[in-house]
């Protein structure tokens, strides 16, 4: 099955700044690639699919980029409400598989 | 849009079985493509199987086939996940999700949730 490597494991960033999240496959998945927001006591929130692609009312700061094995979430101008957990999925090959996620703390 | 609600956390012994259950409300149930999905303590979420009620035939990932059970009753909106032969390490929050077609791929994206059940296998 394929891994889905997330890093960092935890990424400490100030409110206003911008912040770059990776996920890495064992192989290339094309661009089958979804990011995701998940905040405690809430469920995960779909953010991006399609490597690139912003799910419905997902404002325009958060962006993806990259196919095949190597992927990037970035978030600019970071708000106070997108302190979370993201992890990354994939589905391109059974059986779908999920990062282990980047927690984004505040600095 | 759908939502899910779960079943209660519970305590299970190593060997025994479990079941969680996961009640839609909302859009079409028969047509909803219904997932689970785990978290063990520490690690990150495990595509477990789904099922289509419509359909009726479930889908299950590998590591889970023969100890894994999913069915769909359309007559009370709620889908059910039973999980046999309980080892320390199926300890997690199980989460039912939907899950939608992208791009031609079906089961690619869960865009609903349920609130998660913790189940703790423990002796």
């Known amino acids: 099955e394929i891994v889905l490597t997330q890093s960092p494991a935890t990424l400490s960033v100030s409110p206003g700044e911008s912040a770059t999240l990776s996920c890495r496959a064992t192989q290339s998945v094309r661009s089958n690639l979804a990011w995701y927001q998940w905040k405690p006591g809430q469920a995960p929130r779909l953010l991006i699919y399609g490597a690139s692609i912003r799910a419905t009312d997902i404002p325009a700061r958060f962006s993806g980029s990259g196919s095949g094995t190597e992927f990037t979430l970035t978030i600019s101008s970071l708000q106070s409400e997108d302190f979370a957990v993201y992890f990354c999925q994939q589905y391109n090959n059974w059986p779908r598989t999920f990062g282990q996620g980047t927690k984004m703390e505040i600095k | 849009q759908v939502q899910f609600m779960q079943s209660g956390a519970e305590v299970k012994e190593p060997g025994s079985s479990m079941r969680v259950s996961c009640k839609a409300s909302?859009?079409?149930?028969?047509?909803?493509?219904i997932s689970w999905v785990r978290q063990a303590p520490g690690q990150g979420l495990e595509w477990m199987g789904g099922?289509?009620?419509?359909?009726?035939?479930?889908i299950y990932a590998k590591k889970f086939q023969g100890r894994v059970m999913i069915i769909a009753d359309e007559s009370t909106s709620t889908a059910h996940m039973d999980l046999s032969s309980l080892r320390f390490d199926d300890t997690a929050v199980y989460y039912c999700a939907r899950a939608t077609a992208v791009a031609g791929l079906d089961w690619a994206l869960f865009d609903s949730w349920g609130q998660g059940t913790l189940v703790t296998v423990s002796s």
């Open positions: 099922i289509i009620p419509v359909f009726g035939s479930p």
């Open positions: 909302g859009d079409s149930f028969s047509t909803t493509a």
